[in-house]
C-alpha cells in the first residue's frame, strides 16, 4: 500500500489523503450539510467537532496500518466530500468503499470520478478482487454511482442500518478484479 495516496480527477479537483489540519474545515462542511447527510448517513446528526478531529485521527492509523485510506475530495483548495475505504479485508482481497458530497457540489460527475479513482487503485495497485458498496435503497444519487461505473446489484440487506429513531435497508453492489479489467 502506498503511503499517502492522491489522485487527480478532472475538473481541478483531486482527492488527497485527510490531514488532522483539516478538522476544522471538514466539521464546518458537515454542519453545513447536516440535514442533507443525516438523511443518509448515521454518524451526521449528532457529529461534533471532536468527533470530526477523532475521525480523522483514525483515518491517519487506518492509512499507518495499512487498513485502506480517507480522502478529502478537494475542488480548487476546498473540502467538498469525502471518500474512502472502511478497511481492507486482505485474506480475502476485499474493501468496502463509502463516500458523501456536499449537497451544493453535487451533479457534476465528481464522486462519480472520486469513486473510479479509489476502485482503481484498490483493483490496481492493491490487487484486490472485490470492492463493496452499499447505500440506502432511497438514496438514488448515491446508488447511481456505482450503477454507473457497472458494479453489479448484488441484494438488499433489510434493516441494515439505523438513521435516527428508522431502520433503513441499503442494497449492496459489488465490483470484481475480473468485471473492472473486463470493462477498461
Known amino acids: ?77 476546498a473540502i467538498i466530500g469525502v471518500a474512502g475505504f472502511h478497511g481492507v479485508d486482505w485474506p480475502n482481497r476485499a474493501s468496502s468503499l463509502g463516500y458523501w458530497l456536499a449537497a451544493d457540489a453535487q451533479g457534476r460527475g465528481t464522486m462519480t470520478h472520486a469513486v473510479r479513482a479509489l476502485v482503481e487503485h484498490a483493483i490496481g495497485t492493491w490487487e484486490l ?16 454511482i456505482p450503477e454507473r461505473l457497472g458494479f453489479k446489484l448484488e441484494g438488499t440487506l433489510r434493516q441494515a442500518q439505523r438513521l435516527g429513531k428508522r431502520y433503513g435497508d441499503q442494497v449492496v453492489y459489488a465490483m470484481l478484479a475480473q468485471e473492472w479489467t473486463a470493462e477498461r
Open 1 to 77: 500500500m502506498t503511503a499517502s495516496p492522491s489522485f487527480e480527477l478532472p475538473d481541478d479537483r483531486r482527492l488527497r489523503v485527510l490531514e488532522e489540519s483539516d478538522a476544522v474545515e471538514l466539521h464546518a462542511l458537515i454542519e453545513a450539510n447536516r440535514a442533507h447527510l443525516a438523511q443518509w448517513m448515521p454518524w451526521a446528526a449528532g457529529q461534533s467537532p471532536q468527533d470530526t478531529a477523532q475521525f480523522i485521527r483514525s483515518t491517519r492509523r487506518q492509512l499507518a496500518d495499512g487498513d485502506g485510506i480517507q480522502t478529502a475530495l478537494i475542488a480548487n483548495t
Open 129 to 144: 478482487n472485490r470492492v463493496e458498496i452499499r447505500a440506502d435503497v432511497a438514496n438514488l444519487r448515491s446508488r447511481a
